[in-house]
């Protein structure tokens, strides 16, 4: 994100994992199709290596709009997809691998050894792909600001960004699966609320200097302040099967962020709370219950997501995307999740069925949306 960005700009990336198209289980064969992006000076300055060798991220240019956001990804899928055939593998967004055999190939580099070497056995496991927004914000303490507002509506954001119910085979029986490996981690979840940017910065470093993270970049909170941008990010979701979905999730979260900025701030809700919200957004997705934080009481999914289309309609009215947000959610929350997507593929047909899924997703990814 540039520092000359509008305060409503934002930027998303999206992390792609490579597995093979019969067991669909992680590759190592993100550098060879980095290698190849690179010669694409349309997105070379755009693609990334991740902590797996199986893994490749699209980070993508300041965005200003929802058609610039479609262009953006589906252009960057489709030459993905493309690459990944003539490899003869497929590049899925999921937020997880449906399955795994033992310990995945890493990525070569210092930072990464680095991580390893304090996650140790956790790194095993840390087979996850996700989808991260990066909404602008005028200053760090503005930021902090739109933080506190944005934390009680996490839970329904994981919700609606649940896209991973598979691991080593099996269907775990959670929505997201990414989320519950996840929370391994020293930081995970949602933030603990602050007062101001000075106490932000002062708690995120005691983190990286009791050891319990070898740098901020490394803190994983469901949202948090970037370290290398003037933006607020919002982690909380799973890598999306498409590249509508992804700019659904995206446009909510601005429209979040923004409306926070401004908002006069909630009581702080409780972090044990937030905490076991996310659990139940994770294993349940948009068939639970979670806090409504409007009313602050117990509501159906469904309803909270209403209740957060209310709360960031005049945002999402002032970009153009109030009629756009609107139909995607009604859809999502008629049709289910990516999760419900890969479910349905997999009792049709094991996991040929689930491979085509994750291919046409990619590959056929949908027109933007007027």
């Known amino acids: 994100m540039s520092t000359a960005a509008s305060e409503t700009a934002f930027g998303i990336e999206e992390e792609f994992m490579f597995l093979s198209s019969d067991l669909l289980r992680p590759m190592a064969a993100a550098e060879a199709a980095r290698l190849e992006l690179l010669r694409d000076p349309a997105v070379a300055r755009y693609v990334g290596a991740e902590f797996l060798a199986s893994q490749l991220e699209h980070s993508s240019p300041v965005l200003a709009s929802r058609q610039q956001a479609f262009e953006a990804l589906n ?37 990464y050894e680095r991580i390893r070497e304090s996650v140790r056995a956790v790194a095993d496991d840390h087979q996850l792909n996700a989808l991260h927004v990066h909404v602008n914000v005028p200053s760090r303490d503005a930021g902090v600001h739109a933080l506190n507002g944005v934390r009680p509506w996490i839970p329904v954001l994981l919700a609606l960004g649940s896209n991973s119910p598979f691991w080593h085979g099996r269907d775990t029986g959670f929505a997201s699966w990414r989320a519950l490996l996840a929370r391994r981690w020293a930081t995970s979840g949602c933030p603990p609320h602050f007062r101001d940017a000075a106490d932000y910065d002062a708690r995120a470093a005691r983190i990286v200097d009791v050891g319990a993270s070898v740098d901020l970049a490394c803190i994983a909170w469901d949202a948090r302040l970037s370290e290398r941008f003037p933006t607020l990010e919002l982690r909380v979701f799973d890598a999306q099967l498409d590249a509508e979905s992804s700019v659904l999730l995206a446009i909510l979260a601005r429209a979040l962020v923004v409306t ?5 701030p909630l009581p702080p809700a409780p972090s044990e709370l937030l905490a076991a919200q996310l659990w139940l957004a994770a294993r349940d997705g948009l068939h639970g219950r979670l806090v409504n934080p409007v009313s602050g009481e117990l509501d159906a999914a469904a309803e909270v997501v209403r209740a957060l289309l209310e709360h960031v309609q005049p945002a999402l009215q002032a970009h153009g995307d109030g009629g756009f947000v609107e139909a995607a959610l009604a859809q999502r929350l008629r049709e289910g999740t990516g999760a419900e997507h890969q479910r349905a593929a997999f009792r049709a047909g094991g996991a040929v069925k689930l491979s085509a899924l994750l291919h046409h997703s990619l590959v056929q990814a949908p027109l933007p949306t007027p």
């Open 260 to 264: 926070s900025l401004t908002a006069a």
């Open 75 to 111: 252009g960057f899928r489709e030459r993905l997809g493309r690459i990944a055939e003539s490899m003869g593998v497929l590049a899925a967004g999921t937020g997880a691998p449906f399955d795994t055999d033992g310990w995945p190939a890493p990525t070569p580099g210092r930072r």
